[in-house]
């Protein structure tokens, strides 16, 4: 066992049950049932009691959690793949390593990315028609313009927000959940996950009319893909507030760190605690280190080697890629190509 694996188990055994993203972890077990018996629902430890009544009374939605789970995970490692932090520690689920449990930057982005993943599976789930207790979303109150009608069959985003919300925000409504300032931070990042997934709602068309002329147009209002989804949050999670729990009035709220006036936005993600630069190997941080990672030789941005390496440097080595090449079509019907071999210099950070 890699020690930091180790370490991981030794230490982080004792507070497994910390996050409330602990339904990511439904991808270890959830898979080899058909989400058919209430007993399902036991397959993952560390549900609360409401998201267990859910599971219970909603068990055709387990499908779509479980799907939203592995786009989560999916999703974060795609779109952070040119950061130091890369969301690897994700695969870790239902355990999480210190990155993901301290009230940070990142957990702030995992947090919304996965209220956004719940419930635009669940939305488009009602749309294909893979759920008993949904079907199309309703048709838009906006008139249709001169040219198109409403018609067709759109994600059903209502559902998706309702269904989704009372799954990932019960943990922050269960009284045994972490404290005060961490339940607001996560509540308030699921709602900029849900934010960006109804910003990202749009008009989708199809064409009728002879021969695709297209005189007649049916449209409906269609969400767009996850990726899109974490781009926009990618963005947040760049510009991020760091906010602070503080007593105004009678109540409790998160108030920026420095510029204590101003109430947070609802649009920009929060985190409370900074984390660490993820240069160096660093359990008790949650930070893998970047050695090995590869990088940019000529990119400017995260991904060059100057920044992923942290000034450490790289080295390069040589790959060789196979590939198919002067690919020949030949009557009837079909293609030859030869192989054709390339070497790229790639750089991985010391
Ligand atoms: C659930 O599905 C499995 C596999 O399709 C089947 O064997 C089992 O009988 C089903 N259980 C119930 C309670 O319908
Ligand atoms: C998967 O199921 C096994 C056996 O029931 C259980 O011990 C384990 O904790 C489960 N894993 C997760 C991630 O829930
Ligand atoms: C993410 O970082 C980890 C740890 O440094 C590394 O092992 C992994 O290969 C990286 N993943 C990608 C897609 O670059
Ligand atoms: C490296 O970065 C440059 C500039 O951003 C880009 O055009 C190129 O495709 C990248 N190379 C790789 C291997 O990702």
Known sequence: MDPFYLWIALFCSGFASGGAIQWLGLTVNGSSVAWNESEHCNLLKGLVPDQMQ??????ELMQSVLTAAKHTKHACQMTLSDMRWNCSSIELAPHFTPDLQKGTRESAFVYALASAAIS?????????GELPTCSCGAAPAEVPGPSFRWGGCGDNLRYGLQMGSAFVDAPMKSSKFGTQATKLMNLHNNAVGRQVLMDSLETKCKCHGVSGSCSVKTCWKGLQDLPHIADELKSKYLAATRVMHRQMGTRKHLVHKELDIRPVRESELVYLNSSPDYCTQNPNLGSYGTQDRLCNKTSVGSDSCNLMCCGRGYNAYTETIVER????????????CKKCERTVERYVCK
């Not at 859910?54 to 068990?59: D, Y």
């Not at 635009?120 to 294909?128: E, N, W």
């Not at 090449?325 to 030859?336: A, E, L, R």
């Open 54 to 59: 859910l599971c219970r009374r909603n068990l």
């Open 120 to 128: 635009h599976t669940i939305a488009r789930a009602c749309a294909s």
């Open 325 to 336: 090449c002067q690919c020949k079509y030949h009557w009837c019907c079909y293609v030859m």
